[in-house]
Structure formats: C-alpha cells, structure tokens
C-alpha cells in the first residue's frame, strides 16, 4: 500500500457561503457576465472571511452551464479579477445542475486527502446572457472561406451566404436525445408517478412562504451579498398561496391531459452566482472560525431517462437521485429518519413530489414535510443553473448552525442528463 493510499481521510469543515440574490432572467442583471456575478460572490466571500493575504485559500473551483467562449477560464478569470490573491490555482467544471455540487465536492475530495487545506468552490449562471451561436449553416461556409488557398477561393465560398445563414443559434433548453425541453420531461414524469395540481402548488406556495421566513429572521445576513440594486432574491414572491396559484395556467405537457405545471409550480430562468468556502479542522482552528457543519458523504447517479420518460418508464430526466439517495444512505447505514433537515433542489415542485413518491418506492421512511427545504427553495429563489449546489450547501449549513446543537442535513440536486448528485452534511 502506497503511503498515500495509508492515510485517513480528514473531515471536511463547511465555514460559510456568499451569493448574490438571485434574478429573474432580462431583469436587473440582464448585463452581467457570468464572470461578474460570481466575482461579486466571490468578494463577498473573501470580506466575510478575510481571505485576502497571499496564500490563504488553497484553490477556486467553479462552472457554469450556459458559457460564451470567452468564459472557458472562467474560475481563473474570476479569482484575477477578485481580492482573491492572484496567485490562487482555479479551474471549471460543469455538471448541469449539479455543477455546484460537483464543484463542492471536487474541493471536498482534495481537503479531505490533505491535498490543500481550505477551497472554495461555486458557480455561476446566466439566462440572460446566454450565448448565441452562429448559424451552422453559416459556420460552415465561415470555415470553407478559412480553409481556401486563394482570394478567389474565399470569396467563391462566401457567395453562398444567402439571408436565412444569418439567423443565430439559439439555445434551446432540450435534451439532445430525446428534443424535450427539461419542463416536458418533468410533464411526463409528473404523470407517470401520478402528481396532482394541488400538491404542486402547496409546495410552491410553502417555499415562498419560508424563503420569505427565512429573510426576516436574518439567516441570510451573512450568506447574500446585495449586488446591482437587489438586496434579496427577485423572484421570492411572500404573498404567495395555493390560491393565487390556482389561477395560473398550464405550460408544460399540454399535450397530455389534464396538464399540472404552470409558471408558479416550476422554477423561472434566473441569473446568479454562489460560492462557499470548505477547511480542514486546522485550518478552521487556526483562523478561529467554527464550522456550521461537515460533508461527511456524496453520491451521484445517472439514468437512462431515454427508455424511461421518452419509452413510458419511470426513469424520467430528474430522477436520479431517487437512486443515489438510497445508495448514499446505505453506505452511510442512515436512514430518512435520522436527518432534521432535507434540501431537494426544487426544479419543478412535481419533481420534488415524484422524488419523495420514489424514495419511498424504493424502502425509505416518508419525509417529514416540516423538515423539507425548511428555509425554501429553487421555485422561491430561482436556480441559476450552477448556482444551486453552493445555494444548498452554504443555506443548509447555516440552518445545522442556527440549531445549535448536532444534526443532520440530506442534499438531493436533479441534473439535465438524467443525473443526480446528493450529499451529506453533519454539525456535531
């Protein structure tokens, strides 16, 4: 056995988190770069924590899902445009919706080999800025005019632009294999597990209504950053009830019948961007900062929602995690019942529904609604799409720390792709 191989593992300390409030897409951050929402993330996360002394946070780890070509270092690029010492090693990763996650994770593995000895980790979106691609049509004849020897070749090749190559690419929200957008998927899903209206919009209404709980009693004074005139999350809507919901109109799967989910049961395009920052013990010790909690286990999962949503399965898109949950909970000999608190990241509120329907499905103890997303979620916040795991992890956290006292928190996060990333987080 290497000596490597031979040493423990350390506990991972979670100190605190910083985010921007979150935006409603073409709003107050319509001109925001990925890049600039999450250096002002970043920043806030380095004043909270007075990281600014060369050598103070071992590395930056981040992503985004929808990035222009100029944003292909975009965690390097932050952290040189940050108070952050310049000198800090940053790099990307992507994973969906799970980006944040991954990334805390990615950090995570390396504190807990003793690799590094504190990191932050984030990620950042924007609906608003999302990048459009040339036609490839066009594309094509651009780089037909490149490849020519000679000006007479160049010009030959782009005679052939006719008007309709000038149409951009746009982004489509679609899942490359099957064409549905993430919405219609969850349509399916939504039927096939047999999710009704009201249960939709009662959690909806529930995660408005403890967001907005949430804001007044101050849990967020230390974890939102105000940035470009918003000093809390544009889409939390207080007043909002299963009422008020009611009224809305169908948007997804109005081809099936009796569609359920409108705007208000699912999450709207946001722009955002989240960091937290992860230690071990010592490097906790020595600053004198006490840890809100520990990331003491993760697991990520996939499915074949192609036979599953698109053939009549029970696999659909965002159900991955009713896999890696009961997995992750196995290896750690836990069960629901032994968590206080329980965050599933609330892409569309009959998602969340069908995750509960299949955990229970698979052996798990029902949860205790009192205990799910406590202090609200992604249809009250938004979910800027790399956004969200650092969100979770940094809010979770900070609600084992309000209790004072031990506790358990359950991360579960849905990702396009059929995946799921899900973890653990413990105050001892």
Known sequence: ???????????????????????????????????????????????????????????????????????????????????????????????????????????????????????????????????????????????????????????????????????????????????????????VTARTWGIAREGQDELAATSHRRLAAAYERGLFRDLVVPFRGLARDQNLRPGSTVEKLAALKPVFGLSGAEPTMTAGNSTPLTD??????????????????????????????????VGGDAAGGEDGLLMAPAYAVPRMLERAGLGIEDFDLVEIHEAFASQVLATLAAWEKRGLAPVDRARLNAAGSSLATGHPFAATGARVVATLATLLAEREGPGRGLISVCAAGGQGVTAILERT
């Open 272 to 305: 955002g961007a989240a960091t937290v920052l992860l230690a071990s013990e010592e490097w906790a010790e020595a600053r004198g900062l006490e840890p809100l909690a520990y990331l003491t286990a993760y697991e990520t999962a996939a499915v074949d929602f």
């Open 1 to 187: 056995m290497s000596p490597l191989a031979a040493q423990p593992t350390r506990r991972v300390a979670v100190i605190g988190g910083a985010r921007v409030p979150f935006a409603r897409s073409d709003g107050p951050y319509a001109t925001a770069s990925n890049q600039e929402m999450l250096t002002a993330a970043l920043d806030g996360l380095v004043a909270r924590y007075g990281l600014q002394e060369p050598g103070a946070v071992g590395e930056f780890v981040a992503g985004a899902v929808l990035k222009h070509s100029r944003d292909f270092n975009l965690a390097r690029e932050t952290v040189l445009g940050s108070t952050l010492d310049p000198r800090t090693p940053a790099y990307d990763i992507q994973q969906a919706c799970g980006t944040g996650l991954q990334a805390v994770i990615a950090a995570a593995n390396k504190i807990a080999l003793g690799q590094t000895e504190s990191a932050i980790a984030g990620g950042a979106d924007t609906a608003s800025d999302a990048p459009l691609g040339v036609n490839d049509r066009l594309r094509r004849i651009l780089l037909e005019a490149r490849r020519a020897k000679s000006l007479g070749g160049r010009a030959k090749a782009l005679a052939k632009i006719r008007p309709g190559h000038l149409v951009p690419d746009i982004p489509r929200n679609a899942e490359p294999r099957t064409g549905l957008s993430m919405g219609e998927h969850a349509a």
